[in-house]
């Protein structure tokens, strides 16, 4: 089994930054795809990004390009997401997601669905 904690949400101001950790533990060596969603109350879970643990390309959402950045440390199986030019639509509870056996170039690692474990999430509040 795997378990997932995130850390580094918090509150900022539009225009700010953020950078959100999330740690894997447990059975992660067959970890082959981690990465972030959002929800906001009344909504489906978004992915925001994702990336392979081993070499890899990653993917963002078109909400976020050019102003997330994901990144992994391939030891300790930890994906940080780093968080520039915070807009208000970007409040949200951010969870973390792990898929083991398979990787991030799957036409389904855009669905929530297709990852196997979850964080419990951090809050992320952007204000003006």
């Known amino acids: 089994r795997v378990q997932l904690t995130e850390s580094g949400g918090g509150s900022v101001q539009a225009g700010g930054g953020l950078r959100l950790s999330c740690a894997a533990s447990?059975?992660?060596?067959?970890?082959?795809?981690m990465g972030w969603f959002r929800q906001v109350p009344g909504k489906a879970r978004e992915v925001v990004a994702r990336?392979?643990?081993?070499?890899?390309?990653?993917y963002y959402a078109d909400s976020v390009k050019g102003r997330f950045t994901i990144s992994r440390d391939t030891v300790d199986y930890t994906v940080t997401l780093q968080m520039d030019s915070l807009k208000l639509e970007d409040t949200a509870m951010y969870f973390c997601?792990?898929?083991?056996?398979?990787?991030?170039?799957?036409?389904?690692?855009?669905?929530?669905?297709?990852?196997?474990?979850w964080g419990h999430g951090t809050q992320v509040t952007v204000s003006s």
């Open positions: 990336i392979s643990t081993g070499d890899g390309p990653a």
């Open positions: 997601a792990a898929r083991q056996n398979a990787y991030c170039d799957s036409l389904y690692s855009r669905n929530e669905d297709w990852f196997q474990y």
């Open positions: 447990g059975l992660t060596l067959r970890i082959n795809c």
